[in-house]
Structures are given as structure tokens and as C-alpha cells.
């Protein structure tokens, strides 16, 4: 066989070099996302000094929802063992604007702390709500680049599971949510993709496939945020737990747990917040 003298003769791929480039932040933290921190912490201190309006426990593998007027604070709390949440919101009074995972990654970060919104979707792109406590916040980006609390990840749903184990299922975040809403006259289709609370999540150095951790939260940590508008929320307690075992495995019983649910609300505020934008 003849020897190829140019380094290429058109069998697999030309050989080629990429010049290094800079990296660019598409969306630097533009002021337009960002809040007033004294504002937003007079906020939660005031509601958290008022009155308790509604308390509620999501049972382990199951999903809930609540409603929240804009400036109440909402708490989720770890009760008994490590256990992730999926969370989905949308306006209260009209339920096509929802929450925009994406947009809230470029916005912000691939994890959510406090000082971060969480924004609804397109054409409306309005802040939904605002982190304003979080016991893991110290967790910061650990060695293998996890964080905590993300907005990467979908949801589990059935239809991956059985792409995956060929078998059928009920038991997933998608489910839940959607069989939580469908009892307020929603459907299957408004369920969309969630803020992943409490989770562990980060994307492997060598080939960027997404990869979770078994949560660090235990008993007592939390999440809170602020409704910036009239808010309808539902919550589903991972049947997948601590989401320390990969999706299509057995997953022990064991390891799901319930969240509590808080909803807080100033009964004498000295701060209000800024106008909605109208859309």
C-alpha cells in the first residue's frame, strides 16, 4: 500500500489545531438581576418576626403545592434524613408564565444562594423569587467543581427510566408534580424544568456528563426565598432521596425522606417591594 505524504489522504479526520481563546462570562451578573441586599433582609427578617400562614409536610416520594402573596417568604426544611427537592413555579394569575431554569442559569449560576432570583419564562422574563437564606451557602464549589442547589438538572421522570430500564414507573419527580397540579386544573405540559434544592450536582472534568453526589444536607438545613410576585409553587420530595445512586438503579427506601414546608408573612413591613414590571 502506497504511503500518504501529506499527513492526510481521507481516511478518518484531517488532522487540526485550535488556537487557545479567552473564556467570556456571557452574562456577567448584569445589575438588572441583581437586588437590594438590605431591602431583601429587612424583607425576611420582618416575615420571619410575623405570622406563620401556612405550614405543610410533602411526604417522602409525593409532591405538594402552595400558593404565596408577593413578599411572603417561603422556608423548605430538611426534617429527618438527607433528602433532595424539585421545585416548579408559576404566576399565580396567569399559570403560562412559569419559571425559566435556563435563563435563570445565564442570569446568575448553574447553583443558586442567596442574593440569586429565580426568573419566569419567555416573553415575560420576570423575577419569580429571590434566595434570601440557605444553610449549605458555605458549601461552596467543592473539589470535584460540585455545588449545591441547582438549576442544571431537569427533573426524573418515567419516560427516562424506561428509556434507560426498559421498565415502567410512577415513581419520579415528573410524575408527582404533575399528578400535585392536575388537582388545581393543570396539566402534565405546565410541569417544567425545576430549581433542584438541596441537590449535589456538577458536570465530570474529563467528558462534561452531568454527575450528583450524595447530598450534604441533613436535619434542620433549609432554603428560603421571597415571592417577588403572586406565586403558585409545588414541591416533590426526590424518589430518589439523597441522590447518592444513579437513575435506572434500585434505590432503597431508605434513603427518602419528607420536607416541611413554612410560609411566612410580615404582619407590620417596614419595606415594600419595588413595582412589578408589567407584561
Sequence with gaps: MAECKTGWCGKGDRPRTFPKRQPVICYDKPAAA???????????????????????????????????????????????????????????????????SGKTRQLHSAHLTVY??????????????TVVGDSLKAYGIDEDGASVHDVIGTRCDNYTTKLITGKESEDSCHTYLTKAVEKLGLQEEDVHDVWNIFMCTGFSRDTHQYFTKASPARKGDYIEFIADMD?????????????????????????????????????????????????
Design 116 to 129: 440569586d432570583r429565580l426568573w419566569s419564562s419567555l416573553p415575560y422574563l420576570r423575577p419569580m423569587a
Design 34 to 100: 441583581g437586588v437590594d441586599h438590605t431591602l431583601y433582609d429587612t424583607l425576611r427578617h420582618e416575615a420571619l418576626l410575623g405570622e406563620k400562614i401556612e405550614e405543610l409536610r410533602v411526604p417522602k416520594k409525593s409532591a405538594r403545592t402552595w400558593t404565596m402573596q408577593r413578599g411572603d417568604l417561603c422556608r423548605i426544611t430538611v426534617v429527618e434524613g438527607s433528602q433532595v427537592g424539585d421545585v416548579n413555579f408559576w404566576n399565580l394569575h396567569n399559570t403560562k408564565e412559569k419559571f425559566y
Design 231 to 279: 406565586l403558585l409553587v409545588a414541591l416533590s420530595a426526590c424518589p430518589h432521596g439523597d441522590v447518592s445512586i444513579a437513575v435506572g438503579q434500585e434505590i432503597p427506601d431508605s434513603i427518602c425522606h419528607p420536607l416541611q414546608v413554612e410560609v411566612f408573612r410580615a404582619t407590620k413591613p417596614s419595606l415594600v417591594l419595588p413595582p412589578l414590571e408589567r407584561k
